[in-house]
């Protein structure tokens, strides 16, 4: 069997089952395990699969945000944790950028340090900060419906007037190759200005993110540090990761 023949062979098995261990495919195409760890390796940095301790897990691929409405209601008792660790390396004169979310709305909850200062493209964030007492600016530009996001060049702009001391960013996918990822340009741009423009950087974001890939990339995986609430396998070794 050639080599790509059995790599896609290989990719077919993986995307199907989800998650398959290297005995699996040993069986499955009557080759040895050394064969099978070199193939899964390669696989790996094509970015075809994940190669995990014993095996392989599918790449998720998502093209499109789901409506915040629906995003609300997953994960809520992990974002929670997540952000009030977030919340807790906030402090006294610190200027903050929250992205647009809902971990990052869980974040804005958890908030007590009232000398900081607040910078957010969330509309629903800038209005929970504010009549929480916090001082707070709110990012101009079009509004994107599905995220409740401020995007585009006025929100650029705006952005690109800081130095934020600390931010915290959701994220649609996390892979250690693609990094983290979004569906929008226009909102991948708006995270990856405010990221150029922050000194300590935070992606906050739940366990199911990992080996998701979504078509935009804003930042890369070493880029920031990672809150959330375990450490997917395969990422294990990432002293990036924060587990909340």
């Not at 023949?5 to 990719?11: A, G, M, W």
């Not at 199907?16 to 064969?35: I, N």
């Not at 990856?192 to 979504?214: L, Q």
């Amino acid at each position: 069997m050639l080599v790509e023949e059995r790599f896609e062979k290989i990719i077919n098995i993986v995307n199907k089952r989800k998650s398959v261990t290297v005995q699996d495919l040993m069986e499955a195409l009557s080759v040895s395990e050394s064969t099978i760890r070199r193939d899964l390796s390669s696989l790996d940095t094509r970015g075809d699969l994940i190669k995990v301790h014993g095996g392989a897990l599918a790449i998720t691929v998502k093209a499109h945000d789901d409506e915040i409405i629906n995003r609300k209601i997953l994960f809520p008792e992990e974002k929670k944790r997540i952000a009030r660790c977030a919340a807790s390396l906030v402090h006294s004169s610190d200027l903050v950028y929250i992205d647009a979310g809902t971990t990052t709305e869980y974040i804005v909850e958890q908030l007590s340090e009232k000398n900081a200062v607040y910078v957010t493209n969330a509309v629903s964030h800038a209005r929970k900060l504010a009549h929480s007492g916090f001082e707070v600016y709110m990012v101009g530009g079009r509004l994107k419906r599905v995220t409740e996001a401020v995007i585009g060049s006025t929100a650029v702009d705006f952005i690109s007037r800081y130095n934020f001391t600390v931010g915290f960013w959701g994220s649609n996918g996390i892979h250690r190759k693609t990094g983290f990822t979004t569906p929008d340009h226009e909102e991948a741009e708006v995270k990856r200005i405010s990221m150029a423009h922050c000194k300590k950087k935070y992606i906050v974001a739940d366990s199911s993110k990992f080996g998701t890939i979504s078509p935009v990339t804003f930042a890369d995986f070493k880029s920031a540090a990672l809150i959330t609430d375990r450490a997917d396998e395969g990422y294990s070794d990432c002293r990036n990761i924060i587990i909340a």
